[in-house]
């Protein structure tokens, strides 16, 4: 029985490349990966924290973390794929990890 090539189905293969990609893999690249995320995550928990109680204003945080992100993705997209692999895997685990700890904060602060 074979899978039609739907976008949906493109879409899930994409998900599990990329799962498959940060925990399969010889250990540099596991072990980049891994620290990548927790890098972003300290990054986003700690930049969010500083400049709150620096400004005192949430909108202008959010604009600085979306900012961010959005630069991450840009400079994601002018990478070759084949040649720099692991500094994709780098970028996007630090873009997860900071929209992660983004997101905790917003739990933690009930918004």
């Known amino acids: 029985m ?12 994409s998900i ?9 893999g010889p250990w ?3 072990s980049t990966g ?3 995320i927790l890098l972003g995550f300290y990054i986003g928990s700690n930049l969010t924290v500083y400049f709150f109680e620096r400004t005192g204003n949430r909108l202008l945080i959010v604009l600085l973390m979306v900012f961010l992100v959005e630069s991450l993705i840009r400079l994601r997209t002018n990478i070759s794929l084949k040649k720099a692999k692991i500094i994709i895997l780098i970028l996007d685990n630090l ?3 900071s929209v992660y700890a983004v997101v905790l904060e917003a739990f933690k602060l009930g918004s």
Do not use: H, W
């Open 2 to 13: 074979r899978i039609q090539n739907t976008s949906y189905s493109r879409l899930v293969k």
């Open 16 to 24: 599990s490349d990329f799962l498959t990609t940060s925990l399969i």
């Open 28 to 30: 540099k690249q596991r």
């Open 34 to 36: 891994l620290l990548s």
């Open 95 to 97: 873009r997860i990890g």
